[in-house]
């Protein structure tokens, strides 16, 4: 179900990167983030309501560590949307999204070096061509 559930993300993601140059020709891109993150935190809201995610929660059913990382992934993950939208806004959505992309490279570097996964081959092999196949997408 995972594979699923990748592929409609990516898909989705192609979505941000096409409406996203669109809706930022007239707004500043810093706002622009900001209405998409409102926009995302008041659908989730009303989702995790309607799917009834809140039944049995409550702020002490999570440690002080689960906050810490949950916290830290918003963090990173809004100045993630910040940069991307500041790219965005004057470069060419192509070039953005692959170099954005890139981030797979650094996913397989972090998971090595913090969460002691394991290093293959293939995976850095896969690693090498994604980053020629960014630089290929993003020179003219």
Do not use: C, Q
């Not at 560590?65 to 949950?70: K, P």
């Not at 004057?90 to 999204?97: A, H, I, K, R, S």
């Amino acid at each position: 179900m995972w594979l699923l559930y990748a592929f409609l993300s990516s898909i989705f993601a192609a979505g941000v990167a096409i409406v996203g140059k669109i809706g930022l020709k007239n707004i500043d891109s810093t706002l622009a983030t900001t209405i998409r993150s409102i926009t995302m935190a008041v659908f989730l809201i009303i989702l995790s309501l309607i799917s009834d995610k809140f039944n049995g929660f409550s702020i002490n059913s999570l440690s002080n560590n689960d906050w810490l990382f949950i916290i830290l992934a918003g963090i990173l993950g809004a100045l993630s949307w910040l940069f991307y939208f500041f790219a965005l806004k004057d470069g060419p959505v192509n070039g953005v999204v692959a170099i954005d992309r890139l981030s797979i490279v650094f996913v397989f570097v972090f998971s090595l070096l913090f969460l002691k996964e394991h290093f293959t081959i293939k995976g850095l092999i896969g690693v090498i061509l994604m980053v020629f196949g960014a630089i290929l997408i993003s020179i003219k």
